[in-house]
């Protein structure tokens, strides 16, 4: 459990350093693979889902990048 406090501490101290564009490239991450999950439920809506998953991994790349290796650079 300590392992666990650990991480989400890491975490939240990582969160702190974004910025307001940081705070919504996360967002935009989080709500195109919550889309994702919900164009597989409607048939329609399926032509888009490459274009989701685009969103999805260019956002959480960036993400990646932004907290393992954005202070290294500065």
């Keep these: 459990m300590d392992a666990v406090q650990r991480v989400i501490d890491w975490g939240m101290e990582r969160f702190r350093g974004f910025s307001v564009r940081d705070v919504a490239i996360f967002k935009t991450c989080l ?4 889309t994702l999950l919900g164009v ?3 048939k329609p809506l399926k032509k888009l889902a490459p274009v989701i998953w685009l969103v ?3 956002s959480y790349a960036y993400l990646i990048w932004r907290m393992f290796f954005a ?3 500065q």
């Design 31 to 34: 709500l195109s693979i919550g």
């Design 40 to 42: 597989y439920f409607v």
């Design 56 to 58: 999805a991994i260019a």
């Design 71 to 73: 202070d290294e650079q």
